[in-house]
Every structure is written in C-alpha cells, then in structure tokens.
C-alpha cells in the first residue's frame, strides 16, 4: 500500500500539530501519524480541532474533517412520537457516575459497516485516564440500575468534544444526548462536536459547519475558564420523562 503524504508527530507529547488546513481531502480530515495518547496530546489536539481515530494494528491517526458535524445544544431534536414515549418513562438520567461503563459499551456495540471497534484497549485506557484527571464526562441512562445507554467525550472550557454514544436499549443513546444538551445548554455552552456525518445524527438535529468556521468557534470557547472535575453534582438527577 503506498503511504499517504502525511507528516509524523515528534515524539514529545507537547509537539505543535500541523495546522488543520493542511488535512486531505480523500480521506476527508486525515492530518497526520504517530505520536501517543497522552493526555497533554490529546487535550492540544481537540483544542486545535483534532481527534484520534484509528484501528488496531494501524498507527494513531489524527483527523480534522471538513466539512465539520456539530450540534446547537438548544437545537437537538427528537421526534413526536419518540417525546411521547418517553412521558411514560421512569428512566433516570446522571452525569460521570458510569464512565468506564459507557466507553466499554461503546467499545463493544457493533457498528453498521464496521468490523471490529476503533475504541481499542489502548483507546478506552487514554480516555479513562482523561476523564480521571476531569476533562472526559459521560452522561448516563439508566432503567432501575442498569444502563440503559450513554455518552461520553472531551470537555475544554464550553466546549464539548463529542466520541462516541450508546443505546443498550432501544432510545439509550437519544436520551444522553438529549440530556447532555440540556445540561450544556444550561451551563452556557453552544456547542457539542459530533466529528462526522451520518443519517442518524441528521435526525437528531445535527449540522454542517463549514472547518474554518468550526474552528473559529472553538479557539474563543476552549479559551474560557470552566471548572474541572466530575459532573455529577452539578448534573444532579434528571428523569428522561422531562425531555419530552
């Protein structure tokens, strides 16, 4: 296979990356290899509108695409029929108190055209050590104590940098996000990164900025002081039923 024309990181983790203009467009966002997991690393790169996505055996890619999903908190949508489901519901819904939980859920649901998972061992290990230095959240379903579905991803200042969602039952992961935009919403937080498109996320709400534009409106918001740490309490409880 020939190699693709991208340039390797240095091995010191607070290494610049390229500029994310530089990414391919085939593969669309494909920027550069190599390098680690490390927090340092991949704090400075979603700051700079990059994120890790590769498959067990390939080196670390890091991928910027364009154009760029995102979700307005205030704007994510569920249907009628979905909203009058959940009137009825006695699901509960938390924040960080499940994070191993929903990343390993995430890690081993199959996905339409995909064979295997890119949330690797060594994947789950770098955002698991994120989220205990208080910058990797999840926002959790749960039916009586079992989990129901969930979302987890990167916080930097009021940004959210959205990984990976789950549906353990059916609607699980329309309800996280769901909350979660509430939640940000609340806090004074515009926006939650979906990285790319696909026909679910369009139904939810999701829409298309164009990169220049994304990353205009992330230098300004991972910018702002926000405190770090667990979400839980500030979260509280939120019964699913009141998203309806």
Same mark, same amino acid.
């Given at each position: 296979?020939?190699?693709?024309?991208?340039?390797?990181?240095?091995?010191?983790?607070?290494?610049?990356?390229?500029?994310?203009? $530089?990414?391919?467009?085939?593969? /669309? #966002?494909?920027?550069? =290899? *190599? &390098?680690?997991?490390?927090?340092?690393?991949?704090?400075?790169?979603?700051?700079?509108?990059?994120?890790?996505?590769?498959?067990?055996?390939?080196?670390?890619?890091?991928?910027?695409?364009?154009?760029?999903?995102?979700?307005?908190?205030?704007?994510?949508?569920?249907?009628?029929?979905?909203?009058?489901?959940?009137?009825?519901?006695?699901?509960?819904?938390?924040?960080?108190?499940?994070?191993?939980?929903?990343?390993?859920?995430?890690?081993?649901?199959?996905?339409?055209?995909?064979?295997?998972?890119?949330?690797?061992?060594?994947?789950?290990?770098?955002?698991?050590?994120?989220?205990?230095?208080?910058?990797? $959240?999840?926002?959790?379903?749960? /039916? #009586?104590?079992?989990? =129901? *579905? &969930?979302?987890?991803?990167?916080?930097?200042?009021?940004?959210?940098?959205?990984?990976?969602?789950?549906?353990?039952?059916?609607?699980?992961?329309?309800?996280?996000?769901?909350?979660?935009?509430?939640?940000?919403?609340?806090?004074?937080?515009?926006?939650?990164?979906?990285?790319?498109?696909?026909?679910?996320?369009?139904?939810?709400?999701?829409?298309?900025?164009?990169?220049?534009?994304?990353?205009?409106?992330?230098?300004?918001?991972?910018?702002?002081?926000?405190?770090?740490?667990?979400?839980?309490?500030?979260?509280?409880?939120?019964?699913?039923?009141?998203?309806?």
């Amino acid at each position: 296979m020939t190699a693709l024309p991208i340039p390797w990181l240095a091995d010191d983790p607070g290494a610049p990356f390229p500029p994310a203009g $530089h990414a391919l467009r085939e593969p /669309d #966002g494909l920027l550069c =290899a *190599g &390098g680690d997991l490390s927090p340092t690393r991949l704090l400075n790169a979603y700051r700079h509108g990059i994120f890790p996505w590769y498959s067990e055996g390939q080196p670390i890619l890091w991928w910027s695409p364009d154009p760029r999903t995102v979700f307005n908190t205030g704007a994510v949508h569920l249907s009628s029929r979905f909203r009058r489901g959940l009137r009825h519901s006695d699901w509960m819904v938390r924040a960080d108190t499940a994070f191993a939980g929903v990343i390993a859920a995430c890690a081993q649901m199959p996905r339409p055209g995909q064979d295997g998972t890119w949330i690797s061992s060594e994947m789950q290990d770098a955002y698991l050590e994120l989220h205990r230095l208080g910058h990797a $959240h999840s926002v959790e379903v749960f /039916d #009586g104590d079992r989990l =129901a *579905g &969930g979302i987890y991803g990167v916080a930097i200042g009021r940004m959210f940098f959205g990984e990976s969602m789950v549906s353990l039952q059916s609607g699980g992961s329309k309800v996280a996000l769901a909350a979660l935009a509430r939640m940000l919403q609340g806090w004074g937080w515009p926006l939650i990164d979906a990285q790319v498109a696909n026909p679910h996320l369009a139904t939810l709400g999701a829409r298309m900025l164009p990169r220049a534009d994304f990353l205009r409106r992330i230098e300004a918001l991972v910018a702002t002081d926000a405190p770090r740490g667990a979400w839980t309490d500030q979260a509280g409880a939120m019964a699913a039923s009141t998203l309806a």
